[in-house]
């Protein structure tokens, strides 16, 4: 009861930015050219939700993220564990990896498009790629910190080397793997609809750039509290699942 | 029996000159161990005395196995050591639990390793988790447990796949002193039990006398041993640390180790 109140509480400040907003809005203090009023977003949100449209492209840029980070998730975590552990891999993998963290992976978006087309493909693909190097570069460094009495504890009580890999260095170096499935997760958001914005036919990023160019302010920003309200809750969903996994941590 | 009678004599260990070089990421490689040779018989006790930076607990991680022996052999009942293995167990200062691992599932891991049923090792987890009196800790996680208890969660967990040989590298130097003394009584009953060849790397003096049968003192870096000192009692006890004979033995020891104290603490820098 007590735990549900101080979560209220710390919204408060959500609540006051909106009344803001609504107030700012209604007494023309700033044009609704500029800014619609918030009710009248959440009445375009109701109708967009009603004809089933804002429902269709979510499901659309669901699929495009979860495929994506998903991939990325695997990929770079048995990426980033075998770099640590096995020097062929690490020589290989390391100046690659080096050469592509910095890169704006906004910056890929045209290539993707050329190489991949409009369609789910170019955003998946995308996706993975951006998400993979923070989760490869958190597996590595996970890894590589793992306590070796650890490692010399396994060994000595009868763990092959394969087993020390699976069982004792992978679920050591999971915090810090969890942390960097976190940037990548916000990442996906950011690569997701700055893709569909600039080449898509469905998908909350295109119906944002489509509602903007029509003029239809209110449902654009609809859709954009849509995108927000989801990434929200998709991080304190991750959150929560965080915390479940690492309750030995205490 | 004849199969047992083979595994305990193939449980004393040959160290032939030993040397050990470390090389850290930067400066200048640091000889830990210089030509170091000693033997260590059948279920017999044995400290590995000496300073810190001594290379005693190097000494230990090459009889595990868990560092490459480079120079020198060390063989156990006769097969020279290139591996960690099963038939020698250790036991840290830190404790080294897994983390993510409750206290039974810790116990339960050399175990499962084993051509064991799932009901045999369930119940050998649980008889090592009584031995070490650590029975309604079972699914405690190490963040939960003490550091008494930690250190009697991984003796466990050492003891249940029955090595014949245990490494203990300063296992209760990051106890208190009471926590200490009471562990240095348990693991005498248990070994009494279970005769076991140990290995027990320690700083403490009085301790080296009070465990071990044998103590190996070890002369500052490069490690070199210095002196061999029996310390056989005939009871063990708490009331035998107050006996004349045990004070005179811990007053001997300290001397030989007193000196190479003074050196090591010369080279530490600051």
């Known amino acids: ?250 | 029996m004849v199969e047992r009678l083979k595994q305990d004599a193939a449980a004393s260990i040959r160290i032939e000159s030993i040397s050990h070089e470390y090389r850290p990421a930067r400066g200048r490689p640091v000889q830990a161990l210089d030509e170091v040779s000693l033997e260590i018989r059948d279920r017999e006790f044995l400290a590995l005395l000496g300073p810190s930076g001594c290379g005693k607990s190097t000494l230990l991680y090459l009889i595990g196995g868990f560092l490459p022996i480079t120079h020198g052999r060390i063989e156990i009942g006769g097969r020279a050591v290139t591996e960690p293995g099963p038939d020698r167990g250790i036991v840290f200062q830190h404790f080294a639990l897994f983390p993510w691992k409750t206290v039974l599932q810790n116990v339960l891991y050399g175990l499962q390793k084993l051509r064991l049923t799932r009901e045999e090792q369930l119940k050998r987890a649980r008889d090592y988790i009584n031995l070490v009196k650590l029975t309604g800790f079972e699914n405690s996680y190490p963040s939960q447990l003490s550091g008494g208890m930690k250190q009697r969660a991984a003796l466990a967990r050492t003891l249940a796949v029955d090595p014949t040989i245990l490494l203990m590298d300063e296992p209760f130097g990051a106890l208190d002193a009471q926590t200490r003394s009471l562990m240095q009584e348990e693991l005498l009953s248990i070994w009494q039990r279970q005769r076991k060849t140990v290995v027990f790397v320690t700083h403490d003096v009085q301790e080296a006398v009070y465990l071990a049968d044998r103590i190996a003192i070890m002369s500052a870096r490069p490690g070199r041993i210095k002196e061999i000192v029996d310390s056989r009692f005939e009871q063990r006890g708490p009331a035998l640390l107050k006996s004349p004979a045990f004070m005179e033995k811990v007053d001997y020891v300290w001397n030989v180790v007193r000196q190479e104290a003074i050196i090591a603490q010369a080279e530490v820098p600051m």
């Not at chain 1, 007494?27 to 959440?42: A, C, N, Q, R, T």
């Not at chain 1, 992976?105 to 951006?130: H, T």
């Not at chain 1, 990548?184 to 295109?206: K, N, Q």
């Open chain 1, 1 to 250: 009861m007590t735990g549900a109140l101080t979560a209220l509480y710390r919204y408060v400040p959500l609540l006051l930015l909106a009344a803001l907003w609504e107030g700012l809005t209604r007494f023309g203090i700033v044009s609704d050219l500029v800014l619609p009023p918030l009710s009248g977003v959440i009445a375009s949100w109701f109708t967009l939700f009603e004809d089933g449209g804002i429902l269709y492209h979510t499901g659309a840029s669901l699929l495009r993220g979860v495929s994506g980070l998903g991939l990325a998730i695997a990929v770079g975590t048995t990426l980033g564990v075998l770099m640590a552990w096995i020097v062929p891999i690490r020589v290989v993998f390391r100046p690659i990896v080096q050469m592509f963290y910095p890169i704006p992976k906004s910056a890929l978006i045209p290539i993707m498009m050329i190489w991949l087309g409009f369609g789910d493909a170019s955003k998946i693909v995308l996706i993975f790629l951006g998400c993979m190097l923070p989760v490869t570069v958190s597996a590595f460094n996970g890894a590589r910190g793992v306590d070796r009495v650890l490692i010399w504890s396994a060994r000595s009580l009868g763990a092959t080397r394969g087993e020390v890999l699976r069982e004792v260095i992978a679920p050591a170096a999971l915090p810090e793997i969890l942390s960097g499935i976190r940037t990548a997760l916000a990442l996906s958001f950011l690569l997701l609809v700055s893709s569909e914005l600039l080449i898509s036919r469905e998908g909350l990023g295109y119906l944002i750039g489509n509602f903007g160019d029509a003029g239809i302010y209110t449902s654009m920003f609809a859709v954009v509290l849509t995108v927000s309200a989801l990434g929200f809750a998709a991080d304190r969903l991750y959150l929560l699942f965080v915390r479940r996994v690492l309750a030995w941590r205490e």
